[in-house]
């Protein structure tokens, strides 16, 4: 199975802040990596599909890159409705694994 | 408008048996792979199971295979969760998503969940 590793694990942040959250993945998934948004209880929200392509709907201050075994979600300027969980998934081959979330919390 | 909407949650005993619900709505049903995604209380997200257009091919979580299996109706619209053997750690939330493709390596992620139903196994 392909293990998905984020890091942070948390992080504190202020309004307009730039954040950024890493994934890794235990072997090479090509572009199949996407990120979701968590909120206690909403459904998650795809935010970035295919590792840098923004769903349709999300804000443009989201930004995904990488390839291969490396993964980057950004957020230019974190606005207030940003705090949430948000977690990578790879979507190459089954079981589809999720990373174990970055929990982006007001400084 | 696509709607997924699960049922079948509720209380069980370990070692008892449910079988959750998912019925889909606003596209073409058989055209997606669909996945089953829960999570526990304090945790993360932890996908569960998934299956493709046509039911041929199924995937599982190490935690769940060989009690848990996953199936579709693509005439009734409806996926599927057997869960069996049912464990105090498969208390969790779970969702039904679409996967925005029909199998196979997904480029396109899950674009649509449910809300979930709540399954708690407790003695």
């Known amino acids: 199975d392909i293990q998905m590793t984020q890091s942070p694990s948390s992080l504190s942040a202020s309004v307009g802040d730039r954040v950024t959250i890493t994934c890794r993945a235990s072997q090479t998934i090509s572009s199949y990596l996407n990120w979701y948004q968590k909120k206690p209880g909403k459904a998650p929200n795809l935010l970035i599909y295919g590792a840098s392509n923004l769903q349709s709907g999300v804000p443009s201050r989201f930004s995904g890159s990488g390839s291969g075994t490396d993964f980057t979600l950004t957020i230019s300027s974190l606005q207030p409705e940003d705090f949430a969980t948000y977690y990578c998934q790879q979507s190459y081959s089954t079981p589809r694994t999720f990373g174990q979330g970055t929990k982006v919390e007001i400084k | ?123």
């Open chain 2, 1 to 123: 408008e696509v709607q997924l909407v699960e049922s079948g949650g509720g209380v069980v005993r370990p070692g008892g048996s449910l079988r959750l619900s998912c019925a889909a709505s606003g596209f073409t049903f058989d055209n997606y792979a669909m996945s089953w995604v829960r999570q526990a209380p304090g945790k993360g997200l932890e996908w569960v199971s998934g299956i493709n257009w046509n039911g041929g091919s199924t995937g599982y979580a190490d935690s769940v295979k060989g009690r848990f299996t996953i199936s579709r109706d693509n005439a009734k619209n409806s996926l599927y969760l057997q869960m069996n053997s049912l464990r105090t750690e498969d208390t969790a939330l779970y969702h039904c998503a679409r996967e925005d493709c029909s199998g196979g390596s997904c480029y396109s992620g899950s674009g649509y969940w449910g809300q979930g139903t709540q399954v708690t196994v407790s003695s």
